[in-house]
């Protein structure tokens, strides 16, 4: 290929436009453009079907999803807090998670009025930083097959008769320190109980795989037979064919939550909240009810009775639900960490 | 000509080198929970690295797991780099690109290649217990066993280019005329290919040596979440632990000793040949 003129000024014209498209004010200014920071998989997914697609591009936003877990997408928005301009307009993390990076003043409180749908909120759920998206609880999930004593709290785990067969997630570190400090007295603004039974945990050759992938393979291969796990993500394991039946433990049921928030430097302010109010919507949130088994967190979304069934709580389990003590978490979080790798992985 | 180094250092200066200053900087900065970094100008993130007997197990880990590496490069990489240096066929540029085949796949392909072949339900377990050699899975994954074979797939060809890139111009006249006096081919090859290969060996050794204290990807994939390298446990401490100052002192502790290590073992590979 010969480079001519007109090619090389055209290439010119690209590479400046490219260049000039990051500096403000000039070539572009907050155009049709949401950028959302969010796990891939099936949450991304479902937001690109659910959302993006039917909700939010007919309004002519562009949405981009910037892919990762939790943890590198928490580190961006922490190390980009004191920029003016963020790479985030949406932020989705768990309510702990969002409350960690809220503390560190990266987000902006919303302002009601431009949400449409904030009414229609369960007011449980309600926080002046982020909006519920789909919630859920921790349970112990079982295999029927080789439990044969329906287990009825997190301190079964324990029973000496499980040896090798009790497995944990490697990166839910955190709720199984606290299924453990559950079993053992504590809760979730005392995580201390958890040191001795994580140690009598490992004495009993617990099983930690790197991923929730990883633990869904040896729940299936019956490797183990016991895990704390998300309610949602075992009514998904079940639709997979992975041999589990859940319990809500009696010595509680831990609430998680996923929020969305919008950033203090998201540079497209106005199609956040439009993306936000998509995100309330009664069709978007049954989708993820019926794919992936989390709760609506909007009064208004009706799920079938069968699914109802599977994926909520009944009025007495509802009744020991607990939410967490973020304030604890965010003091306590880093030292359980060190337990979790030092003392009970190591 | 001095000039000529400008464009690529001026790169390394404001791409490497600046943000390792910040690190530095971060490095002697405190920890909170509640605000993640305060200002400070203490050695206390290092002294605790090297007092906590956690990381000072990590450290060992990782030097164990990259010396082993280097020597198993070393051993399985020289014959085929002898052959390679010496092979006159039109092959040899097929065959070079044949033993780059390993760096053409991303690392973390072909580390969810490994999980596939290792794992317990992989194909080698399975063929096992299909030939009914074994009743239970054997525990290929998750272990050392398992990132030394995934490391050593990936840094081998580091090794084997280095190498006979040396034995190249190594005259093949040396090795007749050490035949033609008598020595038999270990001799010939102990006193004389070696030690002219030594630049290469010592070249390739710390390639690879370097490659292997940083691993990340293949100690967290094949590793699994008991075994730990420094790379993942710096890595832990930034994005899992957000503590980056101990993160960023745990990064430096990693440079200082792959850096020592490196000098060292050169100096003496090249002292123990050189007459």
């Known amino acids: 290929m ?83 301009r963020g790479t985030y307009d949406i932020s989705c993390l768990s309510d702990t998670d969002m409350y960690l990076v809220q503390q560190q003043s990266t987000l902006q409180d919303l302002d009601k009025g431009r949400l449409s749908r904030s009414e229609a909120v369960i007011p449980a759920l309600k926080k002046s930083y982020a909006i519920p998206h789909i919630y859920s609880a921790l349970v112990l999930l079982y295999n029927p097959d080789k439990v044969t004593t329906k287990p009825t709290a997190f301190a079964d785990m324990w029973d000496p008769k499980y040896k090798g067969r009790v497995g944990f997630s490697d990166i839910l570190y955190n709720t199984n320190t606290l299924a453990a400090a559950m079993a053992g007295g504590g809760g979730v603004s005392d995580y201390k109980p958890a040191e001795k039974m994580l140690l009598e945990m490992r004495k009993l050759d617990a099983k930690v795989y790197p991923s929730n992938e990883a633990l869904a393979a040896a729940l ?114 880093n030292e359980y960490l060190d337990f979790w790798n030092k003392q009970f992985k190591a | 000509m001095a000039a000529l180094i400008l464009p690529a250092g001026l790169l390394v200066v404001a791409l490497m080198v600046a943000p390792m200053l910040l690190l530095a900087r971060i490095s002697l900065n405190q920890f909170s929970p509640t605000e993640m970094m305060v200002e400070a100008m203490s050695a206390e993130n290092y002294l605790r690295a090297v007092q906590d007997p956690y990381y000072r197990s990590v450290l060992l880990t990782t030097m164990a797991v990259a010396l082993g590496c280097t020597l198993l490069c070393l051993v399985l990489g020289f014959p085929t780099a002898y052959w390679l240096a010496r092979m006159q066929s039109r092959w040899k540029s097929l065959a070079t690109i044949l033993i780059l085949f390993p760096l053409l796949v991303g690392n973390v392909v072909r580390s969810a290649g490994w999980i596939a072949l290792l794992g317990n339900d992989g194909a080698i377990n399975a063929a096992l217990q299909g030939l009914h050699l ?60 070696l030690p002219l290969a030594i630049p290469g060996v010592a070249a390739g050794s710390v390639l690879v040596f370097i490659l292997c204290m940083n691993a990340y990807a293949t100690p967290v994939l094949l590793g699994g979440p008991q075994f730990k390298m420094m790379a993942p446990a710096v890595y832990d401490q930034f994005v899992r ?19 020592v290590l490196t000098l060292v073992g050169s100096a003496l590979i090249g002292r123990r040949y050189r007459r």
């Open chain 1, 2 to 84: 010969t480079i001519t003129r007109r090619l090389a000024l055209s290439g010119g014209a690209a590479t400046l436009s490219a260049l000039t498209a990051g500096l403000p004010g000039l070539a572009r200014a907050a155009d049709g453009r949401v950028v959302v920071g969010t796990w891939g998989g099936d949450y991304g997914n479902l937001l690109r079907q659910n959302i993006d697609e039917p909700l939010v591009q007919p309004k002519g936003i562009e949405v981009l999803q910037d892919v990762a877990s939790a943890d590198p997408r928490k580190t961006k928005m922490l190390a980009e807090r004191q920029a003016r």
């Open chain 2, 134 to 193: 074994t009743d239970a899975p054997l525990p290929l994954l998750y272990n050392a066993f398992a990132v030394v074979v995934g490391i050593v797939a990936v840094v081998l060809p580091y090794m084997i280019l280095t190498l006979s890139a040396v034995i190249e111009g190594i005259p093949r006249q040396a090795e007749e005329a050490a035949a033609n006096l008598g020595a038999r081919p270990l001799t010939a090859f102990r006193r004389v290919v």
């Open chain 2, 241 to 259: 632990g957000n503590n980056w100052p101990f993160g960023a002192s745990l990064a430096f502790i990693l440079l200082f000793v792959t850096m």
């Open chain 1, 220 to 333: 299936k291969s019956e490797e183990v037979w016991l895990t704390p796990m998300w309610l949602a993500r075992g009514f998904m394991w079940k639709q997979a064919d992975i041999p589990v039946k859940h319990v809500v433990p009696k010595e509680g049921a831990y609430s998680i939550v996923f929020e969305a928030a919008i950033p203090k430097n998201a540079r497209n302010v106005d199609n956040a909240y439009t993306y936000l109010d998509a995100m309330l919507q009664p069709q978007a949130q049954t989708a993820f009810a019926r794919k992936m088994g989390y709760l609506p967190t909007v009064k208004d979304a009706k799920l079938d009775a069968d699914l109802m069934q599977e994926i909520s709580l009944t009025e007495e389990e509802e009744s020991r639900l607990v939410q967490p003590d973020y304030d604890y978490l965010q003091k306590h979080l």
